[in-house]
């Protein structure tokens, strides 16, 4: 138990439930189905961008360019199908996004484990790089006519409530896609040689290499992933918007951040867990989607979320802080 | 690359790593005359493309007054990446001192002012906004030093804190209608340089003296190198690093106001995009991102080389679109030639 309570996970939990005690006392409208599916279906997209962002922050990486990738690969892959009228399985739109995302993210990996460059200016070029391409190469106008199997796709639903007005809610199947990428990471990140991998070069590059795990190996492996997830992200969003605009998702990407760091996971590498950062999403979803609830106006978001992310690391790294100079003292 | 030494990677104990950046002030000076050279190509190209746009006064009088605002932007961020960290909320910051000195202007001046009276305004607005910006820098400063979160953090909360700070005054909205006198000085010109030009010298003049005068300049860039070694050498890194956040503030709030100068209102989300050109100048002028150096003249030099390369596209009617995969394009390559140089160097002495 006192393992437990030491945790940051705890603490995000205890946030979390405190703000979802404070608006639902404060409004009847919060503990709805309604309401709790509109907050899942919020995070179905960022739900796998914050597990990019985490395992690229856990191997002491930061990377500001998968929503740049996510567009990216959603515009292109859906123009591809929409030129060529398709009309097939589904999988494909999926495959062929996640692909292209790959492929992007590949690039990233180029640029960090071969040349050795800091991650943060990297995939701030490469952002910009990709985004600015998709604009001025591919287009610049949202194509709203999907293929047929992306909309059929996207009108399917499971867990379907009715409630007290009789107006039918639930969850697009896509929610299973976010879910999927939550366990595969979570396994990866707990059972792998690779999972331990990210871990340590997190920790600490050098003895990374030094017990063998080969730094441009797990580099190119986290990137291309990455890619690939951010890639899959990105056309989830397009089936969920039932339109493909390649300037909707720039610009969230530090709202993932943040929530991901809100979740416990340090920056400087080497921590972090699923639990936490979902934890972390939530709370930020919460305050995006709730906050009016509480009679706050929505201007007020980006101050709030501003001031979490300073009290959140504040309190993270004052802790840490302290116990090296607890350290110090005893060793003195 | 087939070197065994290329691919091991950088070692991070202290003393190896102070070493490794004394061997990185011999490259960089070359690559201030890598600089000096790519910035004449790219001049020649662009007035080959357009003569006839390109190298006319009008051409030179635009370009003068659009970047000196990315070029104050640079040397904030120039300052808090020499000492290894980075500000992110620098145009958070430059928005948020626009306001408040758009407000002190626009909702404290009396409608019937005399020009003396709007004057006296104006120094009040413009004061406001300084201490505004010297403020939010030593929050950036004090939250970095005193409570120990990494810089990139901070600055990615005060971004938004500052931001949602600035939302919340102005409720969204623009604020318009500065006083005639403040955007006739702003826009104005001395004989034939435009004022946001001589802001920009003023900032040049600053900075060079800070860094090279001063013994701030050495000690940051010790610092930068290597906190550790810089601490036991007696620096107070605590007080180098609040003075740095606080400079690149009180940069940030110039720039703000000469944006607000130019485009007559102030708006809590105008130009996010600067953050990106800012770091891309300071890169590309040879800042060292992990830390220890930087050099004006190199900033300068990417200023203007930059700025060439915009106005001769925008001679070329290209998009902003292109604009921004030039700029990362550039960016990434200018990285990859400086640490490719870097390794050539250090192989050699080695």
New interface residues.
Partial sequence: MKKVMQTSEFYVAIVVLALFLVIGSQSSAFFTITNLFDLIRSGIVPGIFVMCAMLVIISGGIDVSFPAIATFSMFCSTKILHSMHYDGPVLVAFLLSGLIGLCLGLINAVFISLFRLPTLIVTLGTSSMFSGFLLTFVGSSQISDLPKPLLTFSKEQIFKFTNDSGITVGLPVAVLVSLGVIVLVALLLRYTMMGRGIYALGGDAVSAQRIGFSPIRIQFFIYGFVGLMAGVAGMIHTTMMRNSNPVDLLGTELLIIAAVVLGGTRITGGHGTVLGSLLGLLLVITIQNSLILLGIPSYWQRFVIGALILIGTGVAAYQVKRSIMKRKSIVS | ?TNPNGN?????TPISRSSFSLQRYLPQDASITRLFIIMLVVFVLMAGISPNTFLSLDSFTSMSFQFPVFGIFAFAMMLSMISGG?DLSIVGIANLTSIIAASVMVRMLPAEASASESLLYILLGVAAALMVGLVCGLFNGF?ITK????P???T??????????A??VT??QAIVGLPELYTKIGNGSLWIFPVPLLMFCLCILGTYVLLNKQSYGMKLQMLGANPTASFFSGVNNTRVLLTTYAISGVLAAIAGLVIVAQTNSAKADYG?SYI?QA??VA?MGGVD??GGFGKVAGIVMAVLTLQFLSSGLNALH??N?????????V??LV??IN??SNRRKVRSIS
């Fill in positions: 690359m091991s990677p950088e070692p991070i980075i939250a409570i120990g979160i990494p990139i953090l901070v990615l909360g005060t971004m938004q804190l500052f931001m949602g700070i939302i919340i409720k969204g996010t990106l770091i891309l890169v991102p992990r290209v998009g679109f292109f604009k921004d995969f030039m700029w990362g394009i960016l990434l990285m990859v640490e490719w």
